[in-house]
């Protein structure tokens, strides 16, 4: 007992690390008496777990260190020490990636697996597989399969989780092991019979029949382990969500609903879970589930009640009503001893709860905000955004919130949550935006985070000027002038120029803090304030629009390739911004929008290369091929892949459009699904009525199985401007050579032609547009003119809705929707739909739809554009 007492200062101490502060060349130098005669065990030990310590703290071995470790440790194996042997293997594994000629312990690691010493050969198995390679496996095959059904369950459990590493780079090898796995599938030792099912999934996950009677067999079985349960479990769920129509399903529910009886609580809150993640799960199927994460709730022990509220705080996100029975469960968990779950609960109540509850609520989750780490509070954010979203009256009240919040002390990540919880508000919710835009001007008073600044005074630039007391923000704005950073500075004077611009009463004032801001000790700042000062100082609403309200909607990495292409061939004529593809808007979210910097760059950004778009990355492919080469640059490419054959067929195509200023580019992504086949020049036909010409096709050379393989069709637009429609009939053609389904090698040279019918494909007049955000529409709407305006009035007697019909009208056209104008009222029988955007040859288009719902919708449309061909051309895609 003497042993175990500490001195009073090792207590005051309290456990420190021994190895902090360890040096790589210092434990090298040590491991040098790995060589001693006799081994003195405990200090070899002791070295070896420094050796592993560095590993896994990230230290860099090279390879001559590695190996000269390594080889001096394979003297150890002379001793017979258990813990020394044990940390052995442990060093084999970790150096094997890095060392050379690991291999010379294969038969001192063969030696210990076969022993009779149990306590060596689980580890061996181990360490021998992570050396082994494809030519060394045969030699050890055998023993690894009669380590699988051994009779020791910690031989067994490590030949199957070693089996598992092996099967990737080794499958034609372990999956001959069938016979083993499923003898280990019904060993009575739960992990055995855990890692056996697991190895047997592996094995047969590629085959969907295979899975589907693995899963019925291991059922009736009625499987001992609790964790080979849960895996069983997971595989039916996944096997679901993989087909979520096939009418082999019903069984598949039927057991995860019987495992929310099972005896093993971990087995039961596994079920609920996997019930309740299934792709389009219906409310009466989730009932069953939540009723068992119901009780889960009230369980005494914290990490039952933490999984079930942590499960339903994300159903709660699609399916609030399912929830709202455990809301009396979830309100008395906001008084949990263990903070997480109360956030958890509360914010589960957030997303289930009544307008009436929300100051109730509010004040709830007020008393404990300063006992919760940032990442629970980021949690609480996200909640209090949805419910202001949802009960957009109670707005005052989350506002407030939200802003006590921001005045607390918190990290990057939690503040950035907010202000952005704020701006969405401010966006969706018109009534909140002047209580949003004074809480967070108050906030950039004190704002640590450069980036946050910075995006708050965008967004003080868009949204200020049209408020009812623009002036008030500028005392906020300035003070960022005076008192900020370079990059803030700039953002400011930005965010000042464009209140210049839109407030005219403000104008004088502006060019007076502009002119301030023209002495500033930084070039970026001066440079902004002399260009905005300027430009303002004229007075006209065009130039004000053009370069201050409307910035330049260019595709980065296109402007510095076809600037780097015009520097290459020098010409008399100047360089043509028309030529320069405009940035990418994805319209209704189809993709996720890369991110800018709003107003200003930071220097450490200003080096770094842009982020290629997809766009940017089409442009490239297609620039490599020399048949594109004389199109031009690249205009606009689809969003998303139009499939052309069903997602089962033999052959799985889809297609990508590309428009360039007179020619449009099919891409064809074509996949060989059949692994009997070898496809040699490959190409779609494309035929058509209409007047458009089908220049030329590039062929994909070969389409092995499983590989996706390319092939192109350029068409010419018709000489008749107006005409942008056509419809095509596309057959996919290729020569077909029967091949080994396991080399891929064909059997004979010669072949033979086929082909196979493809869906059509139309062109509309959307693929001529590129949507543009123009955040001041109106500015742009007059810059552009009347001069070819056209405008009619259409009966769309097949939208039921404003919001169906602003959907469909953007999509139709192509166009991007300004001001937020996609967005309806749901109280609203009228409504004004604003589009702007780019037309091929960078001719700027402009709409404005009215619209009104009395028994279907009626729509009176202008179109104004630079050209009347545009005007027409655009009308046509409604009409």
Not at 339 to 365: C, F, H, P, W, Y
Not at 519 to 544: C, G, I, P, W
Request: glycine share 4%.
């Amino acid at each position: 007992m003497n042993i175990l007492k500490k001195d009073k200062k090792d207590e005051e101490g309290g456990l420190g690390n021994p190895f902090q502060g360890l040096d790589k060349s210092t434990v090298l130098q040590e491991s040098r008496s790995f060589n001693d005669t006799p081994i003195n065990t405990r200090k070899c030990i002791h070295i070896l777990a420094k050796v592993l310590y560095l590993m896994n703290q990230g230290t860099y071995f090279g390879t001559t260190e590695a190996t000269e470790t390594f080889f001096a440790m394979t003297k150890l194996f002379q001793s017979k020490d258990v813990t020394l042997r044990r940390m052995c293997y442990l060093a084999i594994k970790e150096l094997a990636n890095v060392a050379e000629d690991v291999i010379i312990v294969t038969s001192s690691l063969t030696k210990d697996m076969t022993g009779k010493e149990d306590m060596f050969r689980a580890s061996a198995i181990r360490a021998l597989c992570k050396i082994t390679d494809s030519q060394m496996l045969a030699g050890i095959e055998r023993y690894l399969k009669q380590a699988i059904v051994d009779k020791n369950p910690n031989v067994s459990s490590a030949a199957l989780v070693s089996s598992l590493h092996l099967l990737k780079p080794n499958f034609d090898v372990v999956k001959r092991w069938v016979n083993e796995a499923q003898e280990a599938a019904s060993s009575e030792n739960v992990m055995v019979q855990y890692h056996g099912l697991g190895l047997l999934y592996h094995i047969k996950q590629n085959d969907r029949l295979a899975v589907s009677k693995l899963i019925t067999k291991q059922a009736r079985q009625a499987l001992r382990s609790p964790y080979a349960y849960c895996l069983l479990v997971r595989i039916a769920a996944k096997f679901l969500d993989e087909d979520p129509e096939s009418p082999e399903n019903a069984p598949l529910q039927e057991f995860l609903e019987s495992c929310l009886r099972h005896k093993s609580e971990l087995v039961i809150y596994e079920a609920a879970r996997a019930l309740v993640n299934l792709k389009n799960v219906k409310t009466k199927d989730l009932q069953p589930a939540v009723s068992v994460l119901q009780l889960f709730l009230s369980s005494p022990r914290p990490t039952l009640r933490f999984a079930a509220v942590r499960t339903l705080n994300k159903v709660a996100i699609m399916q609030p009503q399912s929830v709202m029975t455990c809301n009396l469960d979830l309100e008395n968990l906001i008084t949990d001893v263990n903070r997480s779950i109360a956030t958890l609960a509360i914010t589960t109540l957030l997303k289930t709860g009544s307008e009436n509850s929300v100051d109730r609520l509010m004040k709830q989750i007020s008393t404990f905000m300063s006992e919760i780490s940032d990442e629970f509070k980021i949690v609480v954010v996200d909640a209090i955004r949805a419910l202001c979203l949802k009960f957009p009256r109670k707005h005052m009240v989350m506002m407030n919130f939200l802003s006590s919040m921001l005045r607390e002390e918190g990290g990057f990540d939690y503040k950035k949550a907010i202000v952005e919880a704020v701006v969405t508000i401010i966006e969706e919710n018109n009534d909140a935006k002047e209580t949003g835009l004074a809480h967070l001007c108050e906030f950039i008073e004190d704002c640590e985070h450069t980036s946050l600044a910075t995006k708050i005074l965008h967004l003080l630039g868009q949204e200020g000027p049209r408020t009812q007391s623009p002036s008030k923000y500028i005392r906020f704005i300035y003070n960022r002038v005076i008192l900020e950073n370079a990059e803030v500075r700039a953002a400011a004077v930005t965010s000042l120029a464009k209140f210049g611009a839109h407030c005219d009463s403000l104008l004088p004032s502006i060019l007076v803090l502009l002119s301030r801001c023209m002495m500033d000790s930084d070039d970026e700042v001066r440079d902004r304030a002399t260009f905005y000062y300027h430009v303002l100082n004229k007075q006209d609403k065009q130039l004000s629009s053009g370069y201050i309200l409307n910035t330049l909607n260019v595709s980065v990495v296109g402007l510095e390739r076809a600037l780097a292409a015009y520097l290459k061939e020098p010409a008399d004529a100047p360089f043509d911004m028309k030529t320069v593809p405009v940035a990418t808007v994805p319209i209704h979210e189809q993709q996720k929008p890369v991110k800018t910097s709003g107003e200003v760059t930071s220097s450490s950004q200003k080096s770094a290369a842009p982020a290629a778009t997809r766009q940017d990355v089409y442009a490239e492919q297609l620039a490599a091929v020399p048949e594109f080469a004389s199109l031009g640059p690249l205009f606009k490419s689809s969003s998303k892949p139009i499939q052309l054959t069903e997602s089962e067929t033999e052959y799985v195509v889809n297609c990508v459009k590309h428009t360039f200023a007179n020619h449009m580019v099919f891409q064809f992504n074509c996949t060989n699904t059949l692994n009997d086949q070898l496809l040699e020049n490959v190409v779609v036909q494309m035929e058509t009525g209409d007047e458009v010409d089908v220049q030329s096709n590039v062929p994909c050379a070969k389409l092995v199985y499983g590989t996706p393989g390319t092939t192109y069709t350029c068409v010419g637009f018709s000489e008749d401007t107006t005409q942008v429609t056509a419809s095509f009939s596309c057959t996919l053609k290729f020569i077909v050579k029967d091949c080994d389904p396991n080399t891929g090698e064909p059997d004979d040279d010669e072949g033979y032609e086929d082909e196979y019918v493809l869906e059509d494909v139309e062109m509309v007049v959307a693929d001529h547009v590129q949507g543009v955000v123009r955040t001041n529409f109106l500015a742009s709407w007059d810059e552009v003119g009347d001069e070819h305006e056209m405008e009619d009035t259409f009966a769309l007697s097949s939208m039921e809705s404003l919001e169906e019909a602003v959907t469909k009208i953007t999509h139709f056209m192509g166009l991007q929707p300004c001001e937020r104008t996609d967005r309806v009222p749901t109280d609203k029988s009228a409504h004004t739909l604003l589009l702007a955007g780019v037309y091929r040859g960078g001719i700027d288009v402009m709409v404005r739809a009215k619209l009104a719902l009395k028994d279907g919708v009626t729509m009176h449309l202008t179109v104004r554009s630079t050209d009347p061909i545009v005007s027409e051309v655009v009308m046509s895609a409604v009409g």
